[in-house]
């Protein structure tokens, strides 16, 4: 009679999410994960071909936990939607926030480009913003970002105190200008958001 798995596929990925959030992609080993996990590292590899494969599917996780997030309604409109689904991400996952936003465990490039390319898409189906070129879409998504960026991390340790409306009043004001006003025209804003919350633009 074969062995029963006592430890999963799921198991070892749930420990290898959460060893990268907590301590990045530098501590990304089979012997560290199989510590969390007090086990060797033969159930690893029963699972995953290699590590390549484990840490494709812990991004993988990472994007899908995004992708769910940043998609949340809250309004009837999708862009300040998007501001209030990111300042809510950013309170309710702290760890997980620091982890893509701020101390980039993940590739700032690599996340940056997605969390923006999911933002612009919602750009596409946005009647104000039909007649924008791709750079200016990339610029209004930067604003609703920037402003986002600043309330949640504001708000998190409780420097200021700001109600659900006042923030959707916010991020609206800032949409209409960036789409309105065309701020920039096609000169793109060019701000690397993950270093300027760390600290380091």
């Not at 060797?40 to 899908?64: C, G, H």
């Not at 999708?78 to 893509?100: E, S, T």
């Not at 791709?134 to 986002?148: C, D, E, L, M």
């Amino acid at each position: 009679m074969a062995r029963k798995k006592t430890i999963t596929r799921d198991q070892i990925l749930t420990a290898a999410y959460e060893l990268v959030v907590e301590e990045g992609f530098k501590r990304f080993t089979a012997r560290n994960i199989a510590r969390r996990m007090a086990c060797s590292t033969q159930p690893i590899y029963l699972e995953f071909a290699n590590m390549a494969e484990l840490r494709q599917a812990v991004v993988d996780q990472i994007k899908q936990t995004l992708t769910s997030k940043l998609s949340r309604r809250y309004t009837t409109d999708p862009i300040v939607d998007l501001g209030l689904a990111y300042i809510n991400f950013a309170l309710d996952n702290q760890a997980l926030y620091r982890a893509v936003f701020v101390e980039d465990h993940f590739g700032i490039a690599a996340m940056r480009a997605y969390a923006l390319d999911h933002a612009i898409a919602k750009l596409d189906g946005y009647p104000p913003a039909a007649k924008l070129s791709r750079t200016q879409r990339q610029n209004a998504v930067t604003g609703v970002w920037i402003v986002a960026t600043g309330i949640a991390n504001l708000v998190a340790p409780g420097f200021i105190d700001i109600s659900p409306e006042q923030m959707i009043a916010m991020l609206k004001a800032v949409t209409c200008d960036f789409i309105k006003n065309d701020r920039f025209g096609e000169q793109a804003v060019g701000i690397d958001l993950t270093a300027a919350v760390a600290g380091r633009a």
